[in-house]
């Protein structure tokens, strides 16, 4: 069965340097998404993005995030410069169409020092 | 207060019981979601339904749309159903996903 990819599964940053998380989503899919989940909390919405372009975005996704397809398969997210709240595990997610399951990565862990 | 609710946070039952886990909302939806994760972290969606009833294997899903409140149940529960249990809702003009904070179920032999 096919399956939402995310690398690395444990990404360890200096606070202040860039990162960049990848993301493989289902190759059918259209829709695409990054969650994060701080330990101990709930999953949080971070922004979907659709037909090349950010479709919806939440608070926290502010102007130290960002994110791209480069090419017909990866979807990345960017974190410019770290702080030490950003630290959490971050999901990418795809959908085949505006309400459709949704496909889970197994996440990559974040943790900036 | 939160969009979605879930009860109870924690559950532990012994092998073969029958487990329920109740879900509440308090917005407008088009599809409510149920997803499990595993101690290592991955999710996996086990329903979405917008309305009535869903079953797969010993998991079925209902939904009641107008009390706003969904129940996954777990028929002959097993130890390796012990997992975090997630609802989680589509608002009704959006794709994004709003979550519950999850039922932490532990299930002993």
């Known amino acids: 069965e096919p399956e939402v990819t995310q690398t690395p599964s444990h990404q360890v940053t200096q606070m202040g340097q860039e990162v960049i998380l990848r993301c493989v989503p289902i190759s059918n899919h259209l829709y695409f998404y990054w969650y994060r989940q701080i330990l101990g909390q709930k999953v949080e919405f971070l922004v979907s993005?659709?037909?090349?372009?950010?479709?919806?975005k939440s608070e926290i996704f502010d102007d130290q995030f960002s994110v791209e397809r480069p090419d017909g398969s990866n979807f990345t997210l960017k974190i410019r410069s770290t702080k030490l709240e950003d630290s959490a595990m971050y999901f990418c997610?795809?959908?085949?169409?505006?309400?459709?399951?949704?496909?889970f990565g197994d996440g990559t862990r974040l943790s900036i020092l | 207060k939160n969009e979605v609710e879930q009860s109870p946070q924690n559950l532990t039952a012994q092998e073969g019981e029958f487990i329920t886990i109740n879900c509440s909302y308090s917005?407008?939806?088009?599809?409510l979601h149920w997803l499990q994760q595993h101690p290592g972290g991955g999710i996996v969606s086990l329903f979405m339904?917008?309305?009535g009833k869903k079953k797969h294997g010993r998991l079925i899903a209902t939904i009641n749309i107008q009390e706003k409140h969904s129940s996954l149940h777990i028929t002959a529960s097993h130890p390796r159903d012990s997992a975090v249990y997630i609802c989680?809702?589509?608002?009704?003009?959006?794709?994004?996903?709003?979550f519950g904070t999850g039922t932490l179920l532990a299930v002993q032999p």
């Open positions: 993005f659709y037909n090349n372009e950010i479709s919806e």
């Open positions: 917005v407008g939806i088009s599809a």
């Open positions: 339904l917008s309305s």
């Open positions: 989680a809702v589509n608002g009704g003009a959006t794709n994004k996903l709003i």
């Open positions: 997610a795809s959908g085949r169409d505006e309400v459709s399951t949704q496909h």
